[in-house]
């Protein structure tokens, strides 16, 4: 495929996307998260727009960056990434190796500010409010966008208590893991610098 051929059809994905996420709903409680009423297949957006040329486009060409990838001993993996569109709204994707959905939009591609309201949202509910449900256990590498080690540290504190998968963290640093259990951030920080992949 040309390049001036691949810009067209992007152009007309992103024009398609663009007019899924008008119809995302504000709540409060999300803010400045925005989500549809269940989480949108990415191939369905592609067919609506490319017709037979959906099957000769890439959705990774429409990927800004990868802001969290996770993949666990079992050879699963999962990953949030990210699509900006020419509006300068962000498009929250998720991937498992079978499927691509639209999850949220939020905010302006500039910062990440939003990114991290994500995925608070995501760890604090454990994916339900973005119609995703968490499991797995602890993965057993980890990557990101962000470098905030403190922010990702809470995130996945967060996220595993509310999926109930303390177990599995301390499974996985062993002897590390602080006696009694007492101090969970203090397992995750050993377990997230072993998982840790730059």
Request: proline residues 4%.
């Amino acid at each position: 495929m040309s390049s001036f051929t691949q810009r067209v059809l992007t152009a007309r994905v992103l024009e398609a996307v663009e007019s899924r996420v008008k119809q995302f709903r504000r709540r409060q409680e999300l803010w400045p998260i925005r989500i549809p009423t269940a989480p949108i297949a990415l191939d369905e957006v592609l067919e609506e727009a490319l017709g037979e040329d959906s099957r000769r486009f890439d959705p990774v060409s429409l990927r800004s960056r990868t802001l969290l990838q996770l993949e666990w001993a079992d050879g699963a993996r999962w990953e949030v990434w990210v699509i900006a569109l020419p509006s300068k709204t962000k498009i929250y994707c998720d991937s498992d190796g079978e499927e691509t959905r639209l999850l949220a939009s939020g905010g302006r591609n500039e910062g990440d500010e939003s990114d991290r309201v994500f995925l608070q949202i995501l760890a604090e509910t454990g994916g339900e409010a973005y119609g995703m449900e968490s499991a797995g256990g602890a993965p057993a590498l980890v990557r990101s966008s962000i470098a905030d080690r403190a922010f990702l540290v809470e995130f996945f504190v967060n996220l595993f208590e509310v999926t109930g998968a303390e177990a599995s963290v301390r499974a996985a640093i062993g002897p590390r893991a602080r006696a009694g259990g007492h101090d969970f951030q203090h397992d995750v920080e050993e377990w997230l610098a072993i998982a840790w992949k730059p």
